[in-house]
T-cell receptor
């Protein structure tokens, strides 16, 4: 397996634009996590899914953020409208079952200007 | 909620030992993890310890767990320049599927 695949690797967008980040988890993994990493706040859990169902989205900063997992092999994180303070590295991770290792993608570096 | 704290920076000379510390609040965690993040990359699992263990050794890595004090440490023996990275401890939140990461410790190894 190629691991967790995220796209794009880098995204630069203007304030107010919609941004969509994509993730393909490892096949057979039941859990998918979206994290955001910034210098100020470290690594924050935004939302996670179990078997494609959103379980906890309490980490989503505000209504501008939304995440979907239409099937077991694909998830998106959307920001609309984007703001400069959303600039960060966004990681997707998957794990096979509860209390097991999380496998991380390479991340998407988002810059909102 | 779960709170996981680490010191931000550690600088060591090549060949010395490095000790990275982590404190957490939720004492009912089952496994506790150490992840490594190299520049421009995602996090990779380095090692882990089960909560009923005090110590785990894996080649140059030693993990110590003090459950009473809710303190976890990672010792790297004979630290090399290739060990320069950010190290995160990660703790599952009790009765959830969440994995909460510490603030990360940036390890710098100098010759």
């Amino acid at each position: 397996d190629a691991g967790v695949i995220q796209s794009p690797r880098h995204e630069v967008t203007e304030m107010g634009q919609e941004v969509t980040l994509r993730c393909k988890p490892i096949s057979g993994h039941d859990y998918l996590f979206w994290y955001r990493q910034t210098m100020m706040r470290g690594l924050e859990l935004l939302i996670y899914f179990n078997n494609n169902v959103p379980i906890d989205d309490s980490g989503m900063p505000e209504d501008r953020f939304s995440a979907k997992m239409p099937n077991a092999s694909f998830s998106t994180l959307k920001i609309q409208p984007s703001e400069p303070r959303d600039s960060a590295v966004y990681f997707c991770a998957s794990s096979p079952k509860r209390d097991t290792e999380a496998f991380f993608g390479q991340g998407t570096r988002l810059t909102v200007v | 909620g779960e709170d996981v704290e680490q010191s931000l920076f550690l600088s060591v000379r090549e060949g010395d030992s490095s000790v990275i510390n982590c404190t957490y609040t939720d004492s009912s965690s089952t496994y506790l993890y150490w992840y490594k993040q190299e520049p421009g990359a995602g996090l990779q699992l380095l090692t882990y310890i089960f909560s009923n263990m005090d110590m785990k050794q894996d080649q140059r890595l030693t993990v110590l767990l003090n459950k009473k004090d809710k303190h976890l440490s990672l010792r790297i023996a004979d630290t090399q320049t290739g060990d320069s990275a950010i190290y995160f401890c990660a703790v599952p939140v009790h009765n959830t599927d969440k994995l909460i990461f510490g603030t990360g410790t940036r390890l710098q190894v100098f010759p």
